[in-house]
C-alpha cells in the first residue's frame, strides 16, 4: 500500500447502524451502497446511490478514506489518491 492515508485511517465507531444518515434525514431510503468515514464514522451513500452522500461528505471535510459498510466487505478507498486497499 502505497497512500499514506489508507495507512494511517483510523478505525471509528459507525454514527449509525440503520443506513445513510443525510437520507434518513431526508427521510428517503433508497441508497444502494453505504460506507463509513474512516476519520470520524459518518455513514453515507456510495456514488451508485441518487445523492452520493459518501462523496459528499468528503468534498465537505476533507476526510479522506471510506470503508464498505456492507456486510462481509472490508474494503477501503482513498479519494485523495483514488487508491483502494482489499486488504
Known sequence: MSCAHLAAAGDPQP??????QDCLALGLLDWVH??????????????SSPR????AHFTET????????????????CYLDEELDTG
Open 62 to 77: 476533507a476526510h479522506p478514506v471510506i470503508q464498505s459498510f456492507q456486510p462481509g466487505e472490508t474494503w477501503r478507498w
Open 52 to 55: 452520493r452522500h459518501a462523496t
Open 34 to 47: 453505504l460506507r463509513r468515514c474512516l476519520s470520524c464514522g459518518r455513514i453515507g451513500c456510495c456514488d
Open 15 to 20: 454514527q449509525s447502524t440503520d443506513g445513510c
